[in-house]
């Protein structure tokens, strides 16, 4: 690349891409040796200091860029994270944006000529690519910008008057736009915001309850909508449409929602990531009806791993000076440069790369789906089981009691505690399992989604994720092979979950705390006898019963995991059980932490009863010393306690008196005279203390994960 560099005939040009190489190699380099290194301290150089007189060369400058990218996040985690994987593709959209401010600098005509050429060029790939045909193009940095400018030009044209009146015409009708309830969140919101409309100007449209999918815009009901806006006053404006919902990758049904649309003279946008897919040779009928509508948003940077380059939004329009004016056009020929980028890429990639990208996701959605097929207790919810870009799935079983047999569980109308909240437990457990998932496979880029009807599931979508990092078919094979290993766990931990809340609420001592949201077995609190003790008192001594019993736990031999819970939100004073395999004895376990807690219980008593012992024993002790002190001092007589006399009297009349002292014995809880002890010249042992209580349960072996 460096020889080429050379033959360029601008030497700016020449300089420019050896200084991207070598800004990009440094800080990759220094990546690596950050990664190297285990601990890092900050130095002082990290500290915000005063803009230096003399300046800075390239080299420091960079190292500071690098310090800030990832100095912080090795310092607060431990755990190390994935860049981006930006290869040469990557390197050209970033020298796209070098490149746009040095254009920038070029004369007016010099610069219009380039900015032409560079929009037009980019625009027809594009439209070319997706199937748009007669589009134009808008290049914006924010995915939502598109739309927020498209929604601008429909008012223009709508509201013939709004160029010279403004707001004031949009009184006497009222603009209405409809959005899907499964579009972004705050999507609507966002464009009242910044249309300077009220909310009431957004309609959310519902998706299908009775027929078709769950996550599709339900046409009858919109058309429904339409009509008593219109019988209102009011002005349906603009339908956004989803090619790929955010959440499950569903397709609206665009073909009926463009015939809507040119029934009540609307404007249909569509966006979603499932329009990636336009670029392939086969394409859906559902995906392939959007180029029909009036506009799209593409995201081209995440579907084929470009950084730094922008959103581009295809729409059709025959009016320029309303496009003008809603934005999506500019006489700056600087705002042209934004596609630059993107111009770049495109070259990079050509379009067999292009579509190899697209196509390489779509085949591992499709390799992922065809093994979970073959999966038992896993749920799928893809709107094509042929061809789907978003595979979302979830673990799923039909309660079952150890002891039923599958008809007998549904022959059972008892509404148990355990099915009637299912929904929760399977949504602790399914966000588990993406969590799971996600840690052991990082390459395959999955993450846990919420969806209305669904609840918590596991999602996978390669066009948002394999080309930043990189996945391979092999990556998915290994997600399967994961997903098999913890499926076993998943079902053991469900079904034994009954049956541990009845041996814990059956056994004395133990407390059983429900928590829905503790992905394992269960929660289990030790409760012992108060004796009347103030509240402070009892919580403290709770508090330091159960937290030695977790230790004890921890220290069996076993595959089970102990813990104090999440970090935030759990239970105080409790002991939570991980995910457990079907091997374990239950009852064997309850057993094992009720009598470790019996027996943390009834050293903690020992200990307090022998304080009490010990303090009553030094008072009494003092009482007896004192007395006998009294008793000396009637013996010897007054005069010997004068110290100078006291001496004399005791050189002519020595008074033999044995020394007197008091011995504590633990064992018995009584005092005793020291005399023996003087005379016998040895401490008597007294009664044979009991032997020290051990722990039986340490080296028991308890089965389970």
Known sequence: MDASLEKMVDPTLVEMGKNLNEAMKMLEDNQRKAEEENEKKYARKDIPGPLQGSGQDMVSILQLVQNLMHGEEEEESSQAYRLQNVGEQGHMALLGHSLAAYISVLDRERLRKLTTRILSDTTLWLCRLFRYENGSAYYHEDDREGLLKICRLVIHTRYEDYTVEGFNVLYTKQPIIYISSAARTGLGQALCNQLGLPLSCMCRVPCNTMFGSQHQMDVALLDRLIKDDVESGKLPLLLVANAGTPGAGHTDKLGRLKELCEQYNMWLHVEGVNLATLALGYVSSSVLAATKCDSMTLTLGSWLGLPAVPAVTLYRHEDPSLSLAAGLTSSQPVEKLRALPLWLSLQYLGHDGIVERIKHASQLSQRLLENLKNLDFIKTSVEDELSSPVVVFKFYQKYLNRDQTPSAAQASTIPHPIISNEGHIYDTFNQWLGEQLAQLVPASGVDVVELEDEGTCVRFSPLMTSAVLGTEIQD???????????????????????????????????LYIEDLSWPGLGVVRYSYHSDGKNDDKQEKELEKINTELLKKLNELESDLTFSLGPEFGGQKNCVYIGMVTEDLDVSELVETIAATGREIEENSRLLENMTEVVRKGIQEAQLQLQKANEERLLEEGLLRQIPVVGSVLNWFSPFQASPKGRTFNLTAGSLESTESTYVSKAQGTGTTPPPTPTSSLTKQRLPGL
Do not use: H, N
Request: charged share 30%.
């Open 476 to 510: 998915v094979d290994q997600l399967v092979d994961c997903l098999k290993m913890k499926i076993p766990v998943l079902t053991s931990t469900l079904q034994l979950r009954e049956e541990f809340e009845q041996e814990v609420r059956r056994t004395v001592g133990l």
